[in-house]
Structure formats: C-alpha cells, structure tokens
C-alpha cells in the first residue's frame, strides 16, 4: 500500500480514553504532512490522555498502528539493562566502580581498566569491531545461531578489542558496554539477561507484552527506510541486552513510569542512575536526563530514545509533574527531537500534554 494511503487512515483509538483535542491535533497534523506513521500514548498521573495510532505498522497487510501493536524497544532496551544492573548494587553484588574483570571469567586484558560505570555511561571507549563481511551488523542476521542472542558472545565476537580512548575521558554512545553490561548480568545470577527483565521488571509491574526478540519471523511492526522501500532483513535477537526487548508502547510507558518514580529499585539509586552529566551529552546510566528552559521554567526530563532498522521509539518524562509521554513510528521521515527543540514535534506533544486539564 502506498505510503500517502497509510498516513491517510487512522489507526485505532482507546474509547475509553478522554483523550485532549490538542495533543491529537499536533500528532494529526505531523502524519497528514507525511512524517509520522505510528503509535503515541501519554500518561498524566499513570492515566491515559492520548492512546492512539496513526497509519500502518505493515503496509503489506495493511495491519493499523495502535498503542498495543508489538514493535521493537530498540536502545530503550539499555534502560531495563541498567536498572538491572542498579538492582545488582542495591543488593550489594555489585559495585560501580569496580572493575569489568571482577565480573566476567577469562575477560580482555583491558577490563581491569574500565569499571561498570564507564560501561554504564557509555565512558569506557570499547568500540564494535569492524571484522569485514562476518561483521553483518546490524541489518543482517549474523547467524540462525540462537547463541548470538547471549550478549556474552556478541560482546567477546565484535566487543574485545581495546579501548580506543582512555576510560572515563569520552562519551561515545554504542552497543558494546551494554552487551558486556548483560554479560555481568547473566554470569552473576545464571539467568538470561531477557529472564530477568521479565521476573524482576515486567511482571511485578504487569507488563505482560515483553519478550525478547528470537530467531524466527518477525511479529513487530515493520520498518521503512524510504517513502516505500522495506527496511533490509534483521537479525533483531542478536542486539540481546542493548537492543533486543520487544512489547508493546502502552507496556513501555507504564516501565518509564514506574522507573522515575523509584518502583523498582531505593530512590536514592533511582537519583543516582539517573543524573546526567553535562560533560557526557547529559547523559545518565541507561538514558539521558537533563533540565531545559521550557515555556519560561526549568524542567527536569529523562529521555531514552531507541532506532533498530526502519522503527524508531522515544520515551520522554517529567517526573515531578508525573507526566510520561511514549511513541514509536516507522515513518523514516519521523523526527524525534527533544525538549532541548522548543518548536519540535517532540516538544510540540510536550507542550500540549502540561497544558492538558
């Protein structure tokens, strides 16, 4: 089906939602100017003003977006990483500043130099490897191997290599320190790191859509990387701890929530994980959080946006008004800026939502 079709017929909505006039009509006029093909909800006080979906999630089955259309969490997936992580420290298995090596069996030489923070942080200067034809990341299968689903071996395949800068000097974003991040993980507790997403994340808080991308057919929404061209095949598993969960946008917002407001893990973690540092792009441990002069007042965000092949996801809060917007598109035109662009679609949605009575 043409793109112009799919922008023209409107997805779904929650009748059940008392959804604001204005948040919609900046998300309408965004997809009939033909950049925004896919899924938004917005919880004030964990309840839903907007839940809707805008166009089609599979042009070729004409399936329509909604709030509870499966898609990708794409990078979003590191947040759940670091919480994992916070919880590890909160336990006191853990340790920020120790070192990589402490954690994992026979790890590079390099990893008694970058500590579990740096790798939090994106600090540590691991880099993938660039390995030539067998180096088919992230576009293409790597394997039909279910192993490439364990972050160990995706970390040890193209993550073993030196640091390229000094450990703590540079913020350079990439799925290297995560995949060693579920590395610690698995190896601590024996469990898969996407195990224990869903018995210590997802099913305290009822989030019954996540599961781990696997090998196999697709089931999420697809992606486009043109008007009309297809997103090339995707080896979406072998992302595993970086990039590897799958749900559906009302289950990833209710996360964001319950994440900001300490559900899971002691609020002085929750502080901690997420303090950005202006010196590291404000970013924090698993997202990025910072204040920004919006509409004349300081106000505090945390932002985590994710992009595998042709869908992109950005979730984006303000925790002291309780405020949690979610949306994903596979429009490759979608532009998901941040607060930090007053005139913004991200920033238009925003605004909308704080100003919803």
Same mark, same amino acid.
Request: aromatic share 8%; hydrophobic share 40%.
């Given at each position: !089906?043409?793109?112009?079709?799919?922008?023209?017929?409107?997805?779904?909505?929650?009748?059940?939602?008392?959804?604001?006039?204005?948040?919609?009509?900046?998300? #309408?006029?965004?997809?009939?100017?033909?950049?925004?093909?896919?899924?938004?909800?917005?919880?004030?006080?964990?309840?839903?003003?907007?839940?809707?979906?805008?166009?089609?999630?599979?042009?070729?089955?004409?399936?329509?977006?909604?709030?509870?259309?499966?898609?990708?969490?794409?990078?979003?997936?590191?947040?759940?990483?670091?919480?994992?992580?916070?919880?590890?420290?909160?336990?006191?298995?853990?340790?920020?500043?120790?070192?990589?090596?402490?954690?994992?069996?026979?790890?590079?030489?390099?990893?008694?130099?970058?500590?579990?923070?740096?790798?939090?942080?994106?600090?540590?200067?691991?880099?993938?490897?660039?390995?030539?034809?067998?180096?088919?990341?992230?576009?293409?299968?790597?394997?039909?191997?279910?192993?490439?689903?364990?972050?160990?071996?995706?970390?040890?395949?193209?993550?073993?290599?030196?640091?390229?800068?000094?450990?703590?000097?540079?913020?350079?974003?990439?799925?290297?320190?995560? /995949?060693?991040?579920?590395?610690?993980?698995?190896?601590?507790?024996?469990?898969?790191?996407?195990?224990?997403?869903?018995?210590?994340?997802?099913?305290?808080?009822?989030?019954?859509?996540?599961?781990?991308?696997? %090998?196999?057919?697709?089931?999420?929404?697809?992606? /486009?990387?043109?008007?009309?061209?297809?997103? %090339?095949?995707?080896?979406?598993?072998?992302?595993?701890?970086?990039?590897? !969960?799958?749900?559906?946008?009302? #289950?990833?917002?209710?996360?964001?929530?319950?994440?900001?407001?300490?559900?899971?893990?002691? %609020?002085?973690?929750?502080?901690? !994980?997420?303090?950005?540092?202006?010196?590291?792009?404000?970013?924090?441990?698993?997202?990025?959080? /910072?204040?920004?002069?919006?509409?004349?007042? #300081?106000?505090?965000?945390?932002?985590?946006?994710?992009?595998?092949?042709?869908?992109?996801?950005? !979730?984006?809060?303000?925790?002291?008004?309780?405020?949690?917007?979610?949306?994903?598109?596979? #429009?490759?035109?979608?532009?998901?800026?941040?607060?930090?662009?007053?005139?913004?679609?991200?920033?238009?949605?925003?605004?909308?939502?704080?100003?919803?009575?």
């Amino acid at each position: !089906m043409a793109l112009g079709a799919a922008i023209a017929m409107a997805g779904l909505s929650n009748p059940a939602v008392a959804e604001t006039g204005a948040v919609r009509q900046v998300i #309408d006029l965004e997809a009939k100017a033909g950049r925004f093909s896919g899924a938004v909800i917005v919880l004030k006080d964990g309840v839903p003003i907007v839940d809707h979906g805008w166009g089609l999630a599979d042009r070729a089955t004409g399936r329509s977006w909604q709030t509870s259309t499966l898609t990708r969490y794409a990078s979003v997936t590191k947040q759940m990483t670091a919480l994992l992580l916070f919880q590890e420290i909160q336990a006191g298995r853990v340790e920020l500043a120790a070192p990589l090596s402490r954690y994992i069996k026979d790890a590079p030489s390099w990893a008694g130099t970058v500590t579990i923070e740096h790798l939090l942080r994106h600090t540590s200067g691991v880099r993938e490897a660039d390995v030539g034809e067998s180096y088919d990341f992230p576009f293409h299968p790597a394997s039909s191997d279910a192993a490439l689903a364990r972050p160990l071996n995706q970390a040890n395949r193209i993550c073993s290599d030196a640091p390229v800068s000094a450990p703590g000097t540079e913020f350079k974003y990439g799925d290297c320190e995560y /995949y060693w991040l579920g590395a610690v993980l698995e190896q601590l507790t024996g469990q898969s790191w996407d195990q224990l997403a869903l018995d210590r994340i997802a099913r305290p808080l009822g989030l019954s859509s996540w599961m781990a991308a696997s %090998p196999g057919p697709d089931t999420t929404a697809r992606g /486009y990387v043109s008007r009309d061209e297809l997103e %090339p095949a995707l080896g979406i598993w072998t992302f595993s701890s970086a990039a590897g !969960m799958t749900g559906t946008l009302t #289950d990833i917002a209710r996360f964001e929530r319950a994440l900001v407001r300490s559900e899971l893990l002691d %609020p002085k973690l929750t502080a901690q !994980m997420l303090a950005g540092r202006e010196d590291y792009q404000s970013h924090a441990m698993g997202s990025w959080s /910072y204040t920004w002069p919006f509409d004349g007042k #300081d106000i505090r965000f945390a932002e985590r946006q994710g992009w595998v092949g042709g869908v992109r996801l950005i !979730m984006i809060s303000v925790p002291d008004e309780d405020l949690v917007i979610a949306m994903v598109s596979n #429009d490759p035109d979608t532009r998901f800026d941040g607060a930090w662009n007053p005139e913004g679609f991200v920033s238009q949605v925003i605004r909308a939502s704080r100003n919803n009575k």
